[in-house]
């Protein structure tokens, strides 16, 4: 039997280029479905994919772009509708008929959080699994290493390492190891069926940690700076991120500094998967230090004027009304609602989350509604 062409959503971003380049270096014909053509889509195209440029959000492209697909993995943009984008993609694969998909989630997803962007991704979690003849993975990892260095001009130039995040601890993931992971369990499906899997660094960092680890690489002194969530949106805005993005990180922020990303971290999940353990913080540092355009692909190698230069246009940026901005999108707006350290619900699912891991290190969390199935996959 021939190997099963992939589909990859989002194919340009961070987890979708590395699934794309590790399902290609594994052997199979794969389809990137991207927004536009782009010195990026170039890149994937030169690597051996072959390029599906289209609308996420339009179920003719999505359609097409799963003619002649057995498999896929779907990374929803971060941005408004991603509920939508989540239904679209799950009622194209079930028409389609693929064996199995694999989707990106948020750890921090549950039915009362702040965000309705990770409100969605809980509502997503419970649907996908409906399907009724396409089995589902679900892929949840945490904040991405690459969120430490989106002021990367400053630590590079200035020795300056300002973040929100108080002394709180991470286990930052690679984009890399998650698309490792991604590529793994759609390569093989077998065993993974149904399966919740938190792909996760090697170890907790705390910010100082982080900043030690930028100072070793670049061979000068670089300090972390504990700044204020309001500054934190100031110079999110003045690098160039959109209301949308900031509106949302604010909430991840907090649950930073309370610790929620540090519970049941780090996990093995990407040795289980794939055999071999998560790449060093140091090493994935390096690359983003090296190369800023993988953090954004706006970013260059510049000089400290330019580092000052964004510092003073963050001193002068206008903090943003996130909270009228967030009215002014019309969104489901709900009372009370609760970051996941604040949700008993959270709490609980993670709870059993550790409580299998425990009794079954070498076997990963199964979505509590779901038992697996393996309808098309078997072994």
Wanted: hydrophobic share 40%; with cysteine.
């Amino acid at each position: 039997m021939s190997q099963p062409r992939i589909l990859v959503t989002s194919a340009a971003g961070h987890t979708g280029a590395a699934a794309v380049k590790e399902l290609l270096t594994r052997g199979f014909q794969v389809r990137a479905f991207v927004r536009q053509i782009d010195a990026r889509s170039e890149a994937l195209s030169a690597q051996g994919a072959e390029i599906f440029a289209g609308n996420i959000f339009d179920y003719r492209d999505l359609r097409a772009a799963m003619k002649g697909v057995q498999r896929a993995y779907h990374c929803p943009p971060f941005g408004p509708n991603l509920l939508q984008s989540n239904m679209l993609f799950a009622i194209a694969a079930e028409e389609a008929k693929l064996e199995m998909v694999a989707v990106l989630e948020s750890w921090n997803a549950h039915p009362t959080h702040p965000s309705d962007v990770t409100r969605e991704h809980w509502i997503s979690r419970q649907i996908v699994d409906w399907m009724p003849s396409v089995d589902v993975v679900h892929i949840a990892p945490g904040l991405f290493a690459f969120t430490y260095f989106f002021d990367v001009q400053t630590i590079r130039n200035l020795g300056l390492l300002l973040l929100p995040f108080g002394n709180s601890k991470n286990a930052p993931p690679a984009n890399e190891d998650i698309g490792a992971v991604v590529a793994a369990v759609i390569a093989d499906p077998a065993g993974h069926v149904g399966k919740l899997y938190r792909p996760t660094g090697p170890q907790l960092l705390t910010p100082s940690d982080v900043a030690a680890v930028c100072e070793r690489i670049l061979g000068r002194s670089v300090r972390y700076y504990d700044i204020s969530t309001k500054m934190f949106t100031k110079a999110a805005i003045a690098l160039g991120m959109s209301s949308f993005e900031v509106s949302h990180l604010r909430y991840f922020v907090e649950e930073h500094q309370k610790g929620a990303f540090a519970i049941s971290a780090p996990t093995d999940h990407v040795e289980i998967v794939t055999g071999r353990p998560p790449e060093s913080f140091e090493e994935t540092a390096k690359r983003y230090l090296e190369n800023p355009a993988l953090v954004h692909r706006r970013f260059k190698i510049g000089g400290k004027l330019g580092a000052i230069k964004t510092m003073l246009k963050t001193a002068f940026t206008k903090a943003p009304n996130l909270d009228a901005f967030e009215r002014s999108r019309m969104v489901p707006m709900i009372h009370d609602p609760q970051l996941a350290h604040e949700s008993t619900e959270w709490l609980h699912g993670i709870e059993r989350f550790e409580s299998r891991n425990k009794a079954a290190p070498s076997k990963p969390m199964i979505y509590p509604v779901q038992s697996e199935r393996g309808r098309k996959i078997v072994g």
